[in-house]
């Protein structure tokens, strides 16, 4: 059973940053595709972020580019997303997923960021 657990959201201000954690547990994950996304509220999901675990190639949404860093450890199964200038527009529940077809088949639960102007 594949399991997903976020951590590392919070409360913070403009400015700051945050690094949110994602732990993958119930495979071997070092031959796909990971990524974070977020909702805001009243808004659809949107991705922010992938790495493909084999060779840590990334992606990064442009909203976020040059202000988020995705990475990854593959011998802790964890992926990182490290989140600086944070600003208002930035609050949502962030959620990691993983793709293991040819779309992401696992969710976590999400982690809330805040942040406050």
């Known amino acids: 059973q594949v399991q997903l657990v976020e951590s590392g959201g919070g409360l913070v201000q403009a400015g700051g940053s945050l690094r949110l954690s994602c732990a993958a547990s119930?495979?071997?994950?070092?031959?796909?595709?990971m990524a974070w996304f977020r909702q805001a509220p009243g808004k659809e999901r949107e991705f922010v972020a992938a790495?493909?675990?084999?060779?840590?190639?990334?992606y990064h949404a442009d909203s976020v580019k040059g202000r988020f860093t995705i990475s990854r450890d593959n011998a802790k199964n964890t992926v990182y997303l490290q989140m600086n200038s944070l600003k208002p527009e930035d609050t949502a529940v962030y959620y990691c997923a993983v793709k293991i077809t040819t779309r992401y088949d696992y969710w976590g639960q999400g982690t809330q960021v805040t942040v406050s102007s």
């Open positions: 790495i493909r675990l084999s060779d840590g190639v990334t």
């Open positions: 119930g495979r071997t994950f070092s031959s796909y595709t």
